[in-house]
């Protein structure tokens, strides 16, 4: 069997050392635009737990996860609760946390933004949904 090769000329091995620097950008890039849009867990203070009852002001009810701005006396919690596919395969939709609703929240409060809180559980209309 023959076999024959063609030389490559410079142009292509510099076109296509260029293709695979660039898409390696490309995919670094990808990997990290999403980043600042994630939290992780360990940002909450997990060995004191909040439990409170509360007004709800405001509801976001969509992915990564649904908030909810909960009045307890004078102060406005952000509440992280659980991804919308959780909550509904728990029971819980966005009707029963409308604004004005009374729930009790269970959770831990983030080490930094004092105002803010990861939901472990809430009660609504008595109801326990466990969120985690």
């Not at 510099?14 to 990290?32: E, P």
């Not at 909450?44 to 909960?70: F, R, W």
């Not at 409308?98 to 008595?126: C, L, P, S, W």
């Amino acid at each position: 069997m023959i076999r024959y090769y063609v030389p490559l000329n410079n142009n292509k091995i510099h076109t296509m050392a260029l293709l695979k620097k660039v898409s390696f950008v490309l995919v670094f890039l990808v990997c990290v635009a999403f980043k600042p849009f994630h939290h992780g867990w360990a940002n909450y203070n997990q060995d004191k737990s909040i439990d409170y009852k509360g007004t709800i002001q405001e509801l976001v009810y969509e992915n990564p996860h649904a908030t909810a701005k909960v009045k307890q006396n004078k102060k406005l919690w952000t509440v992280i609760l659980a991804p919308i596919s959780r909550m509904e395969a728990r029971g819980v939709t966005a009707d029963m946390l409308k604004k004005g609703a009374t729930i009790q929240v269970v959770g831990y409060q983030h080490k930094t933004d004092k105002n803010e809180m990861r939901a472990e559980r809430i009660f609504v209309d008595g109801n326990k949904y466990e969120l985690r």
